[in-house]
């Protein structure tokens, strides 16, 4: 299935893995979920309890479920949104960002082409990267050992 590119400022469709309408990702996700998910909002800062997860486990995308990044990739980085250093293999895809006045770089789910967040080359070593993520758009599943 073919929909509209999730990514701003691409007229191209673009076919995912998980595509769904825009009335059946309504119904899957909560209305913040799709907010940012669909419409590349931003969850205020602070406000998920997934920026202060220690646990070790995955996150994984809010809409379908696509693992994303691992707990030894979390950092904090004081910004108030889950903050990581490394996307696991093939997980996250990128496009340039141009609102608000500035060019950004967003992450988005190489599953879904869910709005992940974006990521900044401000980060810690070993990859200098901060990829900042709305905790909305992320599930936390916690490992057994």
Not at 43 to 58: D, Q
Not at 97 to 102: A, F, N, T, V
Request: glycine letters at 10%.
């Amino acid at each position: 299935m073919s929909v509209k590119n999730p990514f701003r400022g691409s007229a191209e469709a673009k076919a995912f893995p998980v595509a769904k309408s825009e009335a059946e990702w309504r119904a899957a996700l909560s209305p913040e979920q799709y907010r940012v998910l669909r419409q590349h909002g931003t969850e205020r800062a602070g406000s998920c309890v997934l920026n202060t997860e220690k646990r070790k486990g995955t996150f994984s995308c809010a809409g379908c479920g696509n693992p994303l990044f691992k707990n030894t990739t979390k950092f904090e980085s004081g910004t108030g949104w889950p903050s990581f250093n490394d996307p696991l293999e093939g997980a996250v895809e990128t496009s340039i960002d141009k609102s608000l006045m500035m060019t950004r770089t967003e992450v988005h789910c190489t599953r879904c082409g869910g709005h992940l967040g974006h990521v900044f080359e401000d980060g810690p070593a070993p990859t200098g990267l901060r990829y900042c993520m709305n905790g909305v758009a992320m599930t936390f599943t916690p490992s057994e050992d």
